[in-house]
């Protein structure tokens, strides 16, 4: 079977990851990529790419079975229509897009052209989630009881240079928190209300630098978040999960599931339950499961691949990349106004 014809439009930091990794992958031939900034337009010629200054001149001249969007958050709308219009696939990377609107007009072109949208929620595409996911429903950890979720670390000054990272399309909530929304969707099901404070105490900037919230889940289970990108912390997912040589990794974890026969942290998968008479007073033992050695964004471009060949369905669709949309923009509503938000439709 020939390799499936990749384009990606975007070669910052995630975009470079996406294409080393499709490099890497012998069911990928990468065709083209568009980006405009200099130092990003070398780094991409050094890979002996084709490299293009427009995504309709990339659409227009490669003609890509699949296209990767990874710009800032505020062009992934306008970018992922027009590339499902041109008749390709879309991996569009979280989150779906800046508003709720600019969501739904994604979800709106992908039915009208009948083209399938990913979302780049790639931690749903690591085993160990899907180890976690199976524990889930078998019943092991019992009923649903609670989430303690923590998204905490310092980013530098440079990071903060583009503009967009200060401004509300860009921010924790929208760059960190919704992929932690996405797995606690991914594991403990529907979110259907929001509560929450934020603060950008810290930084002054238009946008939150620090949140904190509760949730509430269809099924009755509670959670709580800390979220934070001006501390100097370990607890985050990122730091922890060894899902790229970016960031030196420690030995926690950073997200807590508990029921009523046990309880899972994560991402690091230790499965905490007793062995006979559940009772406080009896030693708790606990089963440690080592991350894979395995990149969830490689696992994501295969699954691009077979959803463009038809041999698969989204790993992350458009749907669950909107519904973790909807509640990052509950957590500032909710900070807005000091009440909860409450998602009717989910119950």
Same mark, same amino acid.
């Given at each position: 079977m020939k390799p499936c014809r990749l384009a990606v439009i975007g070669a910052g930091t995630i975009g470079k990851t996406h294409l080393l990794n499709a490099l890497q992958c012998p069911q990928i031939e990468v065709v083209g990529v568009a980006e405009s900034h200099a130092p990003a337009v070398?780094?991409?010629k050094?890979?002996?790419?084709n490299c293009v200054s427009s995504h309709l001149e990339l659409l227009e001249r490669f003609k890509p079975d699949g296209v990767v969007i990874a710009t800032p958050n505020d062009l992934h709308a306008s970018m992922t229509v027009e590339v499902l219009q041109a008749g390709c696939a879309a991996l569009v990377e979280?989150?779906?897009?800046?508003?709720l609107a600019n969501a739904r007009a994604i979800q709106a072109a992908a039915q009208q052209t009948g083209r399938p949208v990913l979302v780049g929620h790639q931690r749903r595409h690591n085993p160990i989630m899907h180890q976690a996911k199976a524990m889930v429903q078998e019943g092991r950890l019992g009923r649903p009881v609670c989430v303690t979720g923590m998204s905490t670390w310092y980013k530098d000054e440079a990071y903060f240079e583009p503009a967009w990272r200060r401004t509300l399309v860009g921010g924790p909530v929208l760059i960190n928190l919704i992929h932690d929304v996405d797995l606690m969707r991914f594991l403990f099901g529907e979110i259907v209300s929001v509560q929450a404070? !934020?603060?950008n105490a810290t930084r002054g900037f238009e946008v939150e630098d620090t949140a904190v919230m509760t949730f509430r889940f269809a099924n009755g289970a509670l959670g709580t978040f800390t979220l934070s990108d001006t501390a100097v912390a370990p607890w985050n997912y990122d730091l922890a999960a060894q899902e790229t040589i970016r960031f030196p990794q420690q030995e926690v974890g950073a997200l807590f599931f508990s029921g009523t026969?046990?309880?899972l942290s994560l991402p690091r998968l230790d499965f905490w339950h007793y062995e006979g008479e559940r009772?406080?007073?009896?030693?708790i033992t606990v089963t440690r499961t080592l991350p894979m050695a395995q990149s969830p964004y490689l696992l994501q471009l295969l699954n691009f691949v077979e959803v463009i060949r038809g041999q698969a369905q989204p790993v992350c669709s458009a749907q669950d990349g909107l519904r973790a949309l909807e !509640?990052?923009?509950a957590v500032r509503e909710s900070a807005q106004t000091g009440q909860a938000v409450h998602f009717d439709v989910y119950k």
């Amino acid at each position: 079977m020939k390799p499936c014809r990749l384009a990606v439009i975007g070669a910052g930091t995630i975009g470079k990851t996406h294409l080393l990794n499709a490099l890497q992958c012998p069911q990928i031939e990468v065709v083209g990529v568009a980006e405009s900034h200099a130092p990003a337009v070398a780094w991409v010629k050094a890979q002996g790419l084709n490299c293009v200054s427009s995504h309709l001149e990339l659409l227009e001249r490669f003609k890509p079975d699949g296209v990767v969007i990874a710009t800032p958050n505020d062009l992934h709308a306008s970018m992922t229509v027009e590339v499902l219009q041109a008749g390709c696939a879309a991996l569009v990377e979280k989150p779906i897009a800046d508003t709720l609107a600019n969501a739904r007009a994604i979800q709106a072109a992908a039915q009208q052209t009948g083209r399938p949208v990913l979302v780049g929620h790639q931690r749903r595409h690591n085993p160990i989630m899907h180890q976690a996911k199976a524990m889930v429903q078998e019943g092991r950890l019992g009923r649903p009881v609670c989430v303690t979720g923590m998204s905490t670390w310092y980013k530098d000054e440079a990071y903060f240079e583009p503009a967009w990272r200060r401004t509300l399309v860009g921010g924790p909530v929208l760059i960190n928190l919704i992929h932690d929304v996405d797995l606690m969707r991914f594991l403990f099901g529907e979110i259907v209300s929001v509560q929450a404070m !934020v603060s950008n105490a810290t930084r002054g900037f238009e946008v939150e630098d620090t949140a904190v919230m509760t949730f509430r889940f269809a099924n009755g289970a509670l959670g709580t978040f800390t979220l934070s990108d001006t501390a100097v912390a370990p607890w985050n997912y990122d730091l922890a999960a060894q899902e790229t040589i970016r960031f030196p990794q420690q030995e926690v974890g950073a997200l807590f599931f508990s029921g009523t026969q046990g309880s899972l942290s994560l991402p690091r998968l230790d499965f905490w339950h007793y062995e006979g008479e559940r009772h406080w007073e009896r030693p708790i033992t606990v089963t440690r499961t080592l991350p894979m050695a395995q990149s969830p964004y490689l696992l994501q471009l295969l699954n691009f691949v077979e959803v463009i060949r038809g041999q698969a369905q989204p790993v992350c669709s458009a749907q669950d990349g909107l519904r973790a949309l909807e !509640v990052a923009w509950a957590v500032r509503e909710s900070a807005q106004t000091g009440q909860a938000v409450h998602f009717d439709v989910y119950k």
